[in-house]
């Protein structure tokens, strides 16, 4: 039986890690063993940092219609229960997108949100 010669294979492998680390400083993206330590971890990063992006953006979304309630006479907190007594399904997204650009919609639903609270109590 012939011995295989993995040559091709070996070469393709190194061949897509090295231009995986194109652009990257020194010999991380001309030696094969840096350019894969460094693949490697930048892999991490951006695993764990997709997910670090979904935290920042609920916490800017909170701040500014927590900023939006407060205009209104409102607190965060109250103003959530009181959509959820309403039964309004708004994500946070959404809601702060309205607090910024169409302040006019989002203190009516402020109002409404303060209505539900006290007919509740």
Do not use: P
Not at 10 to 31: D, E, F, M, N
Not at 68 to 86: D, F, T, V, W
Request: proline fraction near 0%; include cysteine.
């Amino acid at each position: 039986m012939a011995r295989v010669v993995t040559n091709v294979a070996s070469r393709r492998r190194r061949k897509k890690i090295i231009k995986a680390a194109k652009g990257y400083y020194g010999t991380k993206h001309r030696q094969y063993i840096q350019a894969k330590e460094a693949i490697k971890r930048a892999l991490v990063y951006a695993y764990r940092d997709r997910r670090a992006r979904r935290r920042c953006f609920r916490r800017l979304w909170i701040a500014r219609i927590n900023a939006g309630a407060r205009l209104n006479g409102l607190s965060y907190s109250r103003l959530i229960n009181g959509l959820k007594r309403m039964g309004l399904d708004l994500n946070r997204k959404i809601l702060a997108e309205l607090a910024v650009t169409d302040k006019a919609v989002f203190s009516k639903l402020v109002q409404m949100a303060k209505e539900s609270i006290s007919t509740a109590a």
